[in-house]
């Protein structure tokens, strides 16, 4: 690994982990200061609160005891505070358990073991994005509940492929929220994405229409469809977004190529629902977790692997428009597991 | 709203009260069925933890194990801590200082708040008559502050203007000199969306809170929240000191645990709640609704309480079992009459009843009531056990002598045989398998007369499976598998789908 993907790994771990820290640049955490540093020192320093509760929580379970059936009851507490529900904290825990029993283990063993169950779940959906050059505009719909994070997305993936020289369009699909269209053209000035739009309460689906016939017009590569935020039992709502869906298929019958849903880490039980209900309606083809700089650490995804398989592409990690990551399922079931993504290359 | 926690809840307590006495296993059991539905419905572990010791101690100090109806006692302790941690009584938003009031909206990115900012606005203005400014100090996400300016258009609320360049404390100050010299009565502050392990931006929120000197600072939360409500809620109350929550999405189909874990861990007040996305979809927050909601809807716990407690399941299992057969004489009419009284009469079942009130009526106007099923019941009382099961040896001089015994007319006694006679016929069709429409004529029967609004379909058979009776996964003690046309039709703990189903016409064409 080179030094500077190095560094540029570890400043997105610092982030995920210390999301406390205010953030100048993310390459701005000196990794050299760091080597310097124990395992334990910089997990205990970087580390957010929640994983160091889970950390804590772990040592308190397995320090000097033997691994019997309160203390792996205790271990599903550590996971269920990471919000993997019932059903997901019981299978690791047992996985965890299983030929364990009763013996000796040490509190960094377990971690390790909690942190190789959960990549174990999380390693087959860990997908990335792949863009068909060979369909222009490839194009993506972005939907998801109110405020989950669907437009900044958006604005991240603009930057992220306009920087690989792609030329994107957006499109202000949300004519629902006040100001939606407005905070997308925001973006688009600033990362020099032109952006279509219609009015302010304009038919959501004849947008979507209307934007493809522009962006191949345009002989965009990219195409990225914005949606007003919905809950998923709202049906009259999930009926429009099942409308634009079929209208997109108007405009390019194989439209949508890819449909995100995004999800807020701070969810809890409810991302099965909505994981559920938009898979139905849309047809997600792939998740981004959004928020994953404050202290949730968004278990539910090992749930979501579990049940619906869907591949998870990204991860967002602050507000900027840079603060996107490749969704990496060793880095995430760390994070879960209290550990730092260095210690085990180390051992 | 938290139906799925009080669908939990339900089976949990359906459980429970179907034994006779609990032991402390049982307690222990229930208490862990809770725990993992209060897990699974979002409520953070450590609430959960202390929810479950809170029940468990009162539980025990009362006796529980002991009590004649321990099941009873378990739910209404349930209950009690249930609404004591969501807080007794709801608390308005305060006004009471000196004008202008400053409101203080803070919350993680994409909570709401900026919607919730306009619905309180509109609220206060149309509700409290007061003068209201609105002033946006997000500076940050895109388009935040033009967002509250179009809403506040939409409402019609002003809002204050926008200059472009300012910091969040610099507009604060603004806006409260503004509402000062404009003689503003409520000044309502929208902050950024901010994570709460940010410091900076959380310093940023108590310099904010210093010079507005707001009169109440309100943490705008998704009701759908995980396990991380109760770090985000104790940060934000330590950096800023909250007076209340307001939980937004609440009209969605999460299980609201929050609601209870941010009530816990802060001890501040859910003030309103956000129940959808127009400009009125703001609600007060009742505390003892939720936790009736949380415990079952339309109340559904007391019904299972009180049908468990005076059902003998395994007569109920035998009296499906006869009437599967398509068997249904005078004494299992009178067996179901009994429950039916037990149960708190019919208007007792009805209140109970999501959905009901309306058939409520027509059941009151058709004279069918608790003297009837009281009347009914002595007539059948009077007859000899042979003739119960046999209502064909009840020729005149018969009849004479039950109406004499039980205080009844002659016609009175004819109208029952006629009515069971109907019903017995109905209860053939079933047990040869033939449905569809039956159920309306048994409506009809017991003079309710057809057209009734009735529960829907859905919400019976929810109900049903809240009951837990007559499930083939059903707790020990139920029958195992009851016949599909049974099962098909919704029907009453015990009651096996006689009498109360055929006073519904579920038959009903879908
Ligand atoms: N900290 C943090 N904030 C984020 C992240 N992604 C989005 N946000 C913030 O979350 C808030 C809501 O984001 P939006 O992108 O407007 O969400 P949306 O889903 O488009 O919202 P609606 O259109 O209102 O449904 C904004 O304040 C964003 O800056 C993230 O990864 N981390
Ligand atoms: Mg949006």
Redesign the interface.
């Known amino acids: 690994m080179s030094q500077e993907a190095e560094g540029k790994k570890r400043g997105m771990f610092s982030r995920l982990f210390g999301g406390g820290q205010s953030e100048p640049a993310p390459e701005a955490a000196p990794p050299a200061e760091e080597e310097g540093r124990s395992w334990w020192s910089r997990l205990s320093g970087g580390l957010s609160r929640t994983s160091q509760a889970i950390t804590q929580g772990v040592a308190d379970v397995f320090t000097k005891r033997k691994l019997d059936a309160l203390t792996l009851e205790e271990l599903e507490d550590v996971l269920l505070r990471a919000d993997l529900g019932v059903g997901a904290a019981t299978r690791i825990t047992e996985a965890v358990g299983k030929a364990r029993y009763e013996r000796d283990i040490d509190p960094e063993e377990v971690r390790e073991i909690l942190a190789r169950e959960v990549e174990r779940a999380l390693a087959p959906v860990a997908e990335p994005l792949v863009v068909d050059d060979s369909k222009k505009p490839f194009i993506i719909l972005v939907v998801g509940v109110n405020g989950s994070g669907k437009t900044t997305t958006i604005a991240k993936l603009a930057a992220k492929w306009t920087g690989e020289g792609k030329s994107v369009v957006l499109a202000a699909g949300d004519t629902f929220r006040a100001a939606a269209v407005e905070q997308l053209k925001v973006w688009g000035a600033r990362l020099g994405a032109e952006v279509v739009s219609g009015a302010e309460g304009a038919d959501a689906a004849g947008l979507a229409f209307d934007a493809i016939k522009r962006a191949k017009e345009q002989g965009a590569d990219i195409l990225l469809m914005d949606t007003a935020g919905r809950l998923q039992n709202r049906a009259e709502l999930m009926a429009e977004l099942e409308k634009i869906v079929r209208v997109m298929k108007k405009a390019e019958a194989e439209a949508p190529h890819a449909v995100l849903l995004v999800l807020d880490a701070t969810v809890g039980q409810n991302a099965l629902q909505q994981v559920d209900v938009f898979e139905r309606v849309a047809g997600v083809t792939g998740l981004v977790m959004t928020k994953l700089d404050g202290t949730a650490r968004g278990g539910i995804l090992v749930a979501i692997a579990e049940t619906y398989g869907l591949p998870i592409h990204f991860i967002g990690v602050g507000e900027s428009a840079e603060d996107l990551e490749p969704f990496a399922a060793r880095d995430f079931a760390r994070a879960i597991a209290g550990l730092d993504e260095t210690s085990e290359a180390e051992s | 709203m938290f139906e799925s926690l009080s669908d939990k809840l339900s089976g949990i307590f359906d459980k429970l009260t179907k034994r006779g006495a609990l032991s402390e296993a049982d307690v222990n059991e229930a208490l862990r069925e809770i725990r ?1 539905a209060l ?4 409520v ?2 450590d609430v959960v933890r202390s929810f479950t010791d809170k029940v468990r101690d009162r539980a025990i100090g009362a006796g529980v194990i002991k009590s004649v109806t321990p099941g009873q006692m378990v739910v209404k302790i349930v209950n009690d801590v249930l609404i004591e941690t969501l807080g007794q009584e709801a608390q308005p938003i305060d006004l009471a200082a000196a004008p202008p009031v400053a409101i203080m909206m803070v919350g ?5 708040k ?1 919607t919730t900012t306009a619905k309180i606005a509109k609220r206060l203005k149309e509700r409290h008559g007061k003068r209201t400014l609105m002033a946006s100090l997000d500076v ?5 502050q ?6 506040g258009r ?1 409402v019609e609320v002003d809002t204050l203007p926008i200059v472009a360049g300012q910091t969040p404390v610099q507009i604060a100050k603004r806006a409260m000199e503004a509402a000062r010299l404009q003689g503003f009565d409520v000044v309502l502050l929208d902050t950024a969306g901010r ?6 931006l959380m310093a940023e929120m108590a310099e904010i809170k210093t010079s507005a000197k707001p009169h109440e600072i309100l943490l705008v939360a ?1 009701a ?6 109760v ?2 809620a104790s940060n934000f109350d330590e950096q800023v000191g909250l007076t209340g929550i307001v939980l937004t ?1 609440m ?5 609201g ?2 609601a209870l874990s941010m009530r816990y861990v802060t001890g501040k007040p859910i003030k309103l709640i956000g129940v959808g ?1 127009k400009m009125d979809a703001l609600d007060e927050f009742s505390p003892t609704r939720i936790a009736n909601r949380i415990l079952g809807m339309g109340d559904i716990v007391a019904l299972v309480e009180k049908a468990a407690a005076a059902i003998d399941a395994e007569q109920a299992r035998k009296a499906a079992e006869r009437m599967a057969k398509g068997k249904f004489d005078l004494q299992d009419l009178c067996d179901q009459l009994a429950q039916v009284e037990k149960i708190g009469g019919l208007g007792g079942i009805m209140g109970l009843l999501p959905g009901v009130g309306k058939m409520k009526d027509q059941i009151a106007a058709s004279g069918f009531d608790d003297r009837m099923v009281k009347r009914q019941r002595a007539i059948i009382l009077s007859m000899t056990p042979k003739e119960r099961r046999n209502p064909d040896l009840l020729k005149a001089s018969r009849k004479k002598r039950i109406a004499a015994g039980s205080g009844a007319k002659v016609e009175e006694v004819n109208k029952l045989l006629k009515q069971h006679r109907q019903m017995a016929d109905l209860m053939k069709s079933f047990g040869t398998g033939k449905r569809g429409g039956m159920m309306g004529k048994a409506a009809q029967m017991m003079g309710l007369g057809p057209g009734m609004q009735m529960p829907s379909q859905e919400e019976l058979q929810k109900l049903q499976e809240k009951l837990g009776v007559q499930q083939p996964k059903g707790p020990p003690g139920i029958p195992a598998a009851p016949p599909p046309d049974l099962l098909s039709k919704p029907s009453l703990p015990g009651l096996g789908g006689g009498l109360l189903s055929g006073l519904n016409p579920f038959g009903k064409k879908k």
């Open positions: 993992r897990l699974e419905a979002d953070a572990l993680l990115q994409g909570a709401g900026t940050k996400r895109p388009a935040a033009e967002q509250l300016a179009v809403l939409q994570t709460h392990i940010d410091e900076p998704d759908l929240t995980g396990q991380d409500a770090n985000l999405r009209d969605g189909d999460g299980r645990g929050a996305e």
